[in-house]
């Protein structure tokens, strides 16, 4: 579907065309990008896709700058800062508990690595062209893209803190 007929798509099917516009944008924006915007190179992602099970779910641990996430108790600290990152870069897209232009998270941490997460979060573009998990979900869900939000890993790994508590 090419990004004319999906921004139709969206514009015509929502009452407020103002949302639709903001859709149309962010759509061209995450379709945007050039070589200099990518945090890896597929030369140096290659070697981590390869070293889990791509089509597991639970052992891909994505394409980007994250190789090992370590899990202890949820860090309470961590979990409000998430939520406030969550709320403002992520919810014109996501809401937390059901579908929306995105997939919801909650109980992504059943469904997906940590490092997945994360690299999903913050190398979205290359995660959709080179992923298999995220290439699947984009053409399966009829999902729009996800808009690269140019976040650093520290507060990536407070979302996924946050995507913890919504088992």
């Keep these: 579907m090419s990004i004319s007929i999906f921004i139709n798509h969206y514009t015509m099917t929502r009452k407020n065309t103002a949302y639709g516009l903001l859709v149309a944008v962010a759509l061209i924006l995450a379709s945007c990008g050039g070589a200099g915007d990518q945090k890896t190179t597929g030369q140096a992602a290659a070697p981590a896709a390869a070293a889990t099970n791509p089509d597991d779910p639970m052992q ?12 202890g108790t949820i860090d309470e600290a961590m979990v409000q800062e998430g939520k406030a990152l969550y709320d403002l870069k992520c919810t014109a897209c ?3 508990s059901e ?4 997939p919801a ?4 941490m059943s469904r997906r690595s940590p490092e997945w997460i994360m690299n999903m979060i913050l190398n979205p573009e290359e995660m959709i062209q080179k ?3 995220a290439r699947k979900l984009l053409v399966e869900s009829n999902l729009a893209p996800m808009a690269n939000q140019h976040l650093t ?3 990536a790994r ?8 919504l088992e």
Excluded: C, M, Q, W
């Excluded at 891909?60 to 899990?71: Q, R």
């Excluded at 579908?99 to 995105?102: A, L």
């Excluded at 998270?105 to 992504?108: A, D, L, R």
């Design 131 to 133: 992923d298999p998990i």
């Design 99 to 102: 579908k929306f232009i995105g």
């Design 94 to 96: 996501h809401k937390a």
């Design 153 to 155: 890993e520290a507060e």
């Design 158 to 165: 407070k979302i996924l803190e946050y995507f913890r508590t």
């Design 105 to 108: 998270p909650k109980g992504i």
């Design 60 to 71: 891909n641990k994505g394409i980007g700058p994250v190789k090992s996430v370590t899990l």
